[in-house]
Structure formats: C-alpha cells, structure tokens
C-alpha cells in the first residue's frame, strides 16, 4: 500500500469512530467576511492565543512556583536568576496578560462599534462580559502570586476597595482575603481562583463563546451592499492570515520580555509602610482614579460607595447594550449606542492616564 | 449669675491641693506670657504636684502676703545666683526626698557640679558662671526627654554656646568660643540633627554635664573610646599612645581628628597635601611612606567596590536579577571598614589583610556583574534571531497565501488540498 | 523551448524558496521550544531557602560561643548558651547595620562599631542602638541546628 492509501485508510477508521471529519465540515464551510473592518475579526483570535500563551507559560511557571508566604517570593526570583530561560517564560506570562486584557478591550469596543451584538448574537456578548470579567480576576489574583511589596499592597486597597461595595462589601472582602487581613490565606486562595478556579470557568466559557460563534456565523457591518460584499474562506485562507498576526504578537512579546523583564521587586513585609505611589495595574487604575477623586462624602452618601455604585451602574448599562442597543423593530439605536462607547472609551483612556500621571 | 460659680469650681479644681495664694496673687501680678506663674504651667515640678512654696518656702493657703511670705514659714524668696545651686540641691541631693518622685534619679548632680570649673568657680566668687538655672531655665523646667527641653540631647550644644559663643563672656575667662560653630560641622551634629541618632554626642556625652570640664589629655582617647572601643584599643597598642599623651603631646585622637570639627575621616588624612600626617613627619620618611602605601590600598579598595556597584547596577537596570551580587557586596564594604580600623594601629600589615579580602570579593562581585551583562547580550541576541526567524515565517506564510488564493480565489471556492 | 526553461527555472527557484521559508518556519518554532525544553530542565543549585536554614552540627559549636551564619541575605547570630540552650538572633544591629559578634566573657552580644550591647534575649542593655535584635527560632534535628523566623 502506498503512503497516501495508509494515510486515507486511517483517516477513515478514525472518522468511522470520532466522527472528526464533521469539525472539518463545519470549518470548511466557516467564512469571513471582506470588507474595510476585516482587521477587527483578528481580536478575538489574538485574545484567544494569548490565552493559550497564558495557559502555556502558567503551566511551566507552576512547575517552580510555590504558593506560600515564606517561599512565593523566593521561588519567583529562582525562576528569574537559576532556573534556565526562567527569566523568559516569567516575563512573557506577566507581559501577555497585559496584552491580553489590553487585546480583550479592543475586541469588545470592535464589537461593540460594528455592533455585532445584535440579535441574534446577544449571548455571545454576555458571555465575552463574563470573559471580560474573569481576565481581570486572572489580573488581579495573579498580581499577588510573587508576593513583593507592590503586588501585596495593590491587593490591600483592592480588597479594601471590594469591601465597600454596599450589602455584600464585608463579606466579599472577607473571602477574597481568607481572614480580616491579607495574608497567607489570601495567597492561598488567590493562588486556587488563578490556578483552578478561573480557568475551570474560562474554559467552559469560551467553549460557549466559541460555540456561539460557529453557530451565527460572523457578524457583517450593515451599509454594505450585499452585492459588494466577499467572503473569505475561514480554512486556510483567513486562518493562516491569523497565524502572521499570532505570529507577530509572539514576536512582540519576546522583544518585550527580553528588552524590559518583568521586575522581582522586595519581598513583601506587611509591616512596613505602603510604598509611595501605591497603585494598582493599568487595567484597574481608571477606577481606581475615579474613586480617589470623588470627596470621601457627598451629601450623605459615603464617597466610595457612590463611585461603586456609579461603576456598577454603568456597567450594567454596557452589559444589557444588545438589549436597549436595539429598538423593538430590529433598528439599532446607532448615535446612541455608539455615544456611549466613545464615552467608555474617552472615559477609560483618561483616567488610567490621569492615574499614572497622578 | 452662674458663670462666676462655674468658674470658682473650675478655679477650685485647678489646684489639687486647695487653693494657692501664690498661684492667685502673682497670676494677676505677673506678665501674662513671660512671669513666673506663666511659664510654670510646662514645668515638671508642678505636673508632680509640687508648688511655688515647696522650693520658695512659705505658706500657700495664706492669702495674706506678709504671712505667706514670711520669714518665719521658711520662705527663701529669690536666691542669690551663687546659692542656686544649693538651692536646687536641698531637694534634688536628698536620695529620701528624690525617692518619692523619682526613685531611679540620680542625686548627685550638686556633688558633680561642685568638681566642674562652673562649679568651683562660683564658688570662688564668679557669679557670671552657669549654674542650674542657666541650662535647665526656672520656673518653665521640662524633662531631659522633654524636645524642648534646653537641656534635650537635640539642644544641649544650643544651651552651652550661649555662653561658650559669647565672646564677651569668654574674655575674661581666655576661652575660644568657636567650639559650637565647629562642633555644628561635625558628624556627630549630622548624626543628631539629620539622622535623629539621639545616641550621637553632643557638649555633655565628652565634658560631662554637671561635672563639666574638658577632659585631660590622658583620658581623651578613652572618653571617645566609650564609643569608639575598637579604635581606642588599636590606638593604645599603637606607637602614637606614647608621643600624643603628656605635656604637649597634643592630646590622644584630636590631633588628627580635631576635638569639635569632627569631620568624615578620610584617606586625604593620610596623603596628599591636607595630610595630618605630615604634621610630623616628613616626606620619605617611612611612616609617610606607609602612610601613603595604606591611604592606596584603601582608595584602590573604594574604587574597586565602587566600580563592581557600577556595573551591577546597570546590569540591574537592564532587568538583570544581580541581588545575590550585591549582597555580596556588603562584605566587601565590611571588609573596608575594617581596613579603616585597623589603620588606627599604624601597622601596614593590619590593614594590608582586609583589603586582600575585600578586593577579592569586589573581584567575584564584579566578575558577576559582567557575566549579568553578557548575558543580557545574549537574550537581545537571541531575541534578534527569533525575530529574525518569525519574519521568515511570517513571510512564509504570505508566500502560501499568495499561492493557494492565485490558484483559484480564496473566497467560497472550495480548496482540492 | 525558451518558456518551458524558464517556467523550469521558475519551479526550481519556487521549490528552493519553499525549502528555505519551510526552514524557517521550523527554526522560529524550534526557537520557541528549545527555551521551553531547557525550562523543564531542573537546576542543579539547589534553592536558597530562606525558610530554615541548616546552622551546623551540634557539636560544632561550644557552649557559651557564637557563630554567625548566612540566613537568606543577611547575618545571623547563633548561641549556644550552655549544652541545651540555643538562641539565634538577625545578626544586623539596629543602630548603623554593623554585624553583630558574641562577647564570651561577657555573655553578651557586642556591636564592634560604636560599642552596642545586648543580653541574650535581644534586649538592648547599654549603647546607641535603638531597637532590640529580632530573635529567631532554633530548632535542634537530631544532630543539626537549624535556624528559621520565628512564626
């Protein structure tokens, strides 16, 4: 028999078995439209490789790390100066989180501005909010991992800031901390949510997410007439397209990681003093900022509660966009809509630049 | 008509036991911020529940003047300055008396006062000399701890120039008055007022306070020896004990260091043109040769740590991890210290030692800061290459692209591969 | 003839670029992987642990002597008071940061630098230093000494 014979013969049996040969339908069939916002589809698949990166480098860091008071610090800075090419695989897994929430945004305000949450598209909207959500819980929990002085008091005012949140404040504060204080219990349990918990939830998510999106198909920017409208074969042609990007991301990320590494900073010591400047990472720092600005009590309201509750607000208005996004007759409620994105946008630019300038 | 009652209570209540005549006539007598029954609100004497009279004698709960004050009910009055000391004593050199306030303090301040040239000179008749008053002021007299006491470690040297600047005063007496001025470049001042080392000395840590005077020429090494035991003990074994002490002998430390203008010692002590050294001994002469064989080992010591701190502190800004390094380095700096100290025994070979050793560790020190920074030439090389490669695949993959879409499009037509 | 050489040449050269783009392709990802390979790699230096350290063996020190040891990144003092007395202290003297020694003779500890001392609970008992040393645990396992912080 000769090798193609052996090759189909195989193929064959394992598809009598699996049935593989329908995901590759499905994928044969899938296409993506061509038009002047092409560039934005490459979002989602960008978040979804840096997660991959995200899931890979956190696999061979957890080989190493050690998640306890006495030791988390000293075996992030082992990693970094003796374990080979540790230095490298740190600070990819610290740089890609950033680009990953960064990329994440971008894919939500691509999504948002091309309104491609319309019906029927609404649950995979909600489902990449929650995404959304469980990045920055991936964010903030791993932060705290290497235990130095910046990420333990960054984790003090975020669970301080968590506890004013009106009802649940005090309780949620208490759980996310294990106790009263932060301390080896909050690192314990951060250390489950990043490790377990977190990805349990993202994947079954983005499985949906993803599922979704085979399902409906990709979402064509209305005001192209149909007659100008082309499609590219999603296997190979736009997938390989993707691979140049994904490609490229990596490229970025080692230039990052090898031009400016992650640094170690001091081993945390809790009874020392916060250090000046205390602050949150980028991703968190426009609320942050906005809380700091508003007077601790307006008229009889506390301060820190208003800002919450405005956050709150705002977000639940973002979150049901596909529901008042859209008018009962199927027309989007386009100057609108679109208002309150540049709003968000303008909003979150400023003041995580106000916040680091501050 | 209740303000007048409320305020009796409250005028009642201010003294803790009963009423004080003293306190009542002489608040409306005195000057409101400088008199007496002013400034008595800070003194520690009051806060213990003493009054006017336990020191002034008299009789408080008489509102009549000439029987509070009378003779006959012990009052003293204002004593003369030379009895001030005495005065003050009556208490404070009563171990009985003391005990019931303060039964760890010491009572033998007018014991001590009385050896002091302050002392022995009032004595003789110089009512212009210090006496308690004078450092500890009266009527407003805070606690030693107390910051702003005069008589505070932060203050001491304050109190003691108002005298000892005053060229006037010092006249009579044939005394510089540039000691505070000089003293303020010190290291020690540095210590107090800049690093609030509190255990840094001022005036009274050399001189003494109560038995204040300068200390003999034998005793200098040892009085700053009580801090600095090392060098004191180096020192003593030294060739210099024998020629700095006696008669003209200059006095022990103070001969290179200076008494009040202690400054940062430094190998310029040693060589060159500021050379205390030089002093007495001549160029070429082999103790000038040592010295200025040892002041090299040592700046060469400097530099060479020096130099490693450089490079591992570029290497570290290039996010190279070299904490281990400069760890390390604190031995080295240790190392230098030593050889500094061991200068004090004027033997080459004592400071010869710990040098060698701290050359070595600025070496490995070193060694290591260079390794961090070829290393980091490494990764941005390797970086290069990836780059490089990821280029190539990108540019791959276009050419693939260009291939299957010039087959046929690239759009709904399905693909044969 | 001409075009047929040509579109020859034109596969031969296609072909070599394919090899040579393949090659590449195969380098960038070899490049990725072979940090990841020397990752899983173990060192051989073993980690510093700065949660316990090994001080010695037992009979190593003498009663009433100290010795200083490397705990993490800084000195550490440890005394043994009498046959089964231990007690280790950070060696860093609260004053100006000079290393700390065990005066026998005295049975105390004694800063060199500006005549410090404290008795064998840490506590500062004459001198300039500020606060008392910080105590650490000693733990004796079967033979060897071991320090770490105190919990």
């Given at each position: 028999m000769s090798i193609t014979e052996i090759k189909s013969k195989t193929l064959d049996w394992l598809d009598e078995r699996t049935g593989w040969r329908m995901a590759t339908d499905l994928l044969d069939h899938k296409v993506v439209p061509q038009h002047a916002g092409t560039a934005?589809?490459?979002?989602?698949?960008?978040?979804?490789?840096?997660?991959?990166?995200?899931?890979?480098?956190?696999?061979?860091l957890l080989l190493y790390y050690r998640p306890t008071v006495a030791e988390a610090f000293d075996s992030v800075r082992f990693i970094m100066t003796r374990v080979e090419f540790g230095w490298l695989i740190r600070s990819i897994h610290s740089w890609s989180a950033n680009l990953l929430i960064l990329s994440a945004f971008i894919h939500m305000f691509s999504v948002a501005f091309t309104r491609s949450y319309q019906r029927p598209r609404e649950l995979t909207w909600l489902s990449g909010i929650v995404l959304l959500g469980l990045m920055l819980g991936f964010g903030f929990s791993g932060y705290l991992l290497p235990w130095n002085m910046i990420s333990y008091f960054a984790t003090k005012v975020g669970t301080d800031v968590a506890g004013t949140m009106p009802v649940a404040g005090p309780t949620l504060a208490r759980f996310l901390r294990g106790g009263e204080d932060v301390g080896a219990a909050t690192l314990t349990r951060f250390f489950d949510f990043h490790v377990m918990i977190l990805p349990l939830l993202t994947f079954a998510l983005i499985g949906v997410h993803l599922l979704l999106v085979q399902k409906n198909g990709m979402h064509t920017p209305s005001g192209i007439p149909p007659s100008k409208l082309a499609h590219m074969k999603f296997f190979p042609n736009f997938f390989l397209r993707e691979l140049m990007v994904w490609y490229g991301v990596l490229a970025v990320l080692g230039t990052l990681a090898a031009m400016f590494p992650w640094e170690l900073g001091e081993k945390a010591d809790p009874f020392a003093s916060a250090p000046a400047g205390i602050r949150p990472e980028w991703y968190f720092l426009a609320q942050f900022y906005t809380l700091k600005l508003i007077p601790s009590h307006v008229w009889i309201f506390e301060g820190e509660l208003l800002g919450l509750l405005g956050f709150g607000a705002l977000a639940a208005v973002w979150v049901l966009l596909p529901f008042w996004g859209t008018r009962a007759n199927g027309e989007p409620r386009t100057r609108l809509t679109a208002g309150v994105g540049i709003f968000l946008i303008c909003y979150l630019i400023t003041f995580t630049y106000l916040g680091y300038v501050k | 008509m209740r303000a007048p009652v409320i305020l009796l209570f409250f005028a009642a209540g201010a003294f803790a036991a009963g009423p004080d005549s003293c306190m009542t006539c002489h608040t409306a007598m005195d000057d409101a911020a400088t008199g007496p029954s002013a400034l008595i609100k800070n003194d520690v004497h009051i806060a213990h529940g003493l009054s006017c009279a336990d020191c002034h004698g008299g009789d408080r709960t008489n509102d009549d003047p000439d029987a509070s004050m009378s003779k006959a009910k012990g009052f003293k009055g204002k004593p003369a300055r030379s009895a001030i000391p005495k005065f003050c004593a009556s208490c404070h050199s009563n171990p009985d008396?003391?005990?019931r306030y303060a039964p760890r303090e010491r009572v033998d301040q007018f014991e001590l006062y009385q050896t002091s040239v302050h002392g022995k000179r009032l004595a003789a008749g110089d009512a212009n000399v210090a006496t308690c008053i004078?450092?500890?002021?009266?009527?407003?007299?805070?606690a030693v701890k107390d910051s702003m006491s005069p008589v505070h470690p932060l203050h001491v040297a304050e109190t003691c120039s108002r005298c000892h600047s005053d060229k006037q005063k010092m006249a009579a007496y044939k005394i510089p008055t540039n000691q505070f001025e000089e003293y303020r470049t010190s290291v020690h001042w540095q210590a107090l007022s800049k690093r609030g080392d509190l255990s840094a000395p001022s005036c009274a840590s050399c001189h003494g306070n109560h038995g204040a005077k300068p200390p003999e020429v034998e005793s200098v090494s040892a009085v700053c020896g009580t801090c600095h035991v090392l060098f004191e003990q180096l020192y003593t074994k030294s060739v210099h004990k024998a020629v700095f002490s006696g008669e003209g002998g200059g006095g022990g430390c103070i001969v290179c260091h200076s008494n009040h203008a202690i400054h940062q010692p430094s190998t310029a002590m040693l060589t060159g043109p500021n050379a205390v050294c030089s002093g007495c001994h001549e160029a070429g002469s082999k103790p000038a040769e040592a010295a200025t064989q040892m002041a090299g080992w040592i700046d060469g010591l400097d530099g060479a740590l020096q130099q490693s701190e450089a490079v591992l502190t570029k290497a570290e800004k290039?996010?190279?991890?070299?904490?281990e390094a400069q760890v390390r380095l604190i031995d080295g700096r240790e190392d230098l210290v030593k050889s500094r100290l061991n200068l004090h025994s004027m033997q080459t070979e004592d400071v010869r030692k710990p040098v060698e050793a701290g050359m070595a560790v600025a070496k490995e020190t070193g060694k290591a800061g260079e390794d961090a920074l070829r290393e980091k030439d490494f990764r941005r090389l390797g970086l290069a290459v990836s780059v490089v490669l990821i280029g190539i695949a990108i540019l791959a993959i276009r050419g693939l692209i260009r291939r299957i879409e010039s087959n046929g499009d690239g759009g709904a037509a399905a693909a044969h591969e | 003839m001409q075009s047929t050489h040509s579109s020859n040449a034109n596969e031969d050269r296609r072909t070599v670029v394919s090899w040579l783009l393949g090659g590449g392709v195969a380098a960038s990802l070899a490049s990725f992987f072979y940090p990841v390979a020397r990752f899983l790699n173990p060192?051989?230096?073993?980690?510093?642990?700065?949660?316990?350290?090994?001080?010695?063996?037992v009979q190593d020190l003498k009663p009433n002597s100290g010795k200083i040891i490397k705990f993490g990144n800084k000195p550490a003092l440890l005394v043994r008071v009498n046959d089964t007395d231990w007690k280790a202290f950070s060696a860093v003297c609260t004053h100006l940061n000079c290393t700390v020694q065990y005066q026998e003779a005295r049975r105390e500890i004694w800063c060199a630098c500006h005549n410090g001392t404290y008795d064998l609970d840490g506590r500062v008992t004459s001198g300039p230093p500020p606060k008392p040393l910080e105590e650490l645990a000693v733990k004796i396992r079967g033979d060897e000494v071991v320090i770490s912080h105190r919990v």
């Open positions: 934005w589809y490459y979002f989602g698949g960008i978040t979804l490789f840096l997660i991959g990166v995200q899931l890979f480098t956190g696999v061979l | 008396y003391m005990r004078d450092c500890h002021s009266v009527h407003d007299i805070r290039y996010g190279m991890e070299v904490s | 060192p051989q230096v073993a980690e510093a642990s700065v949660n316990e350290v090994v001080a010695g063996k």
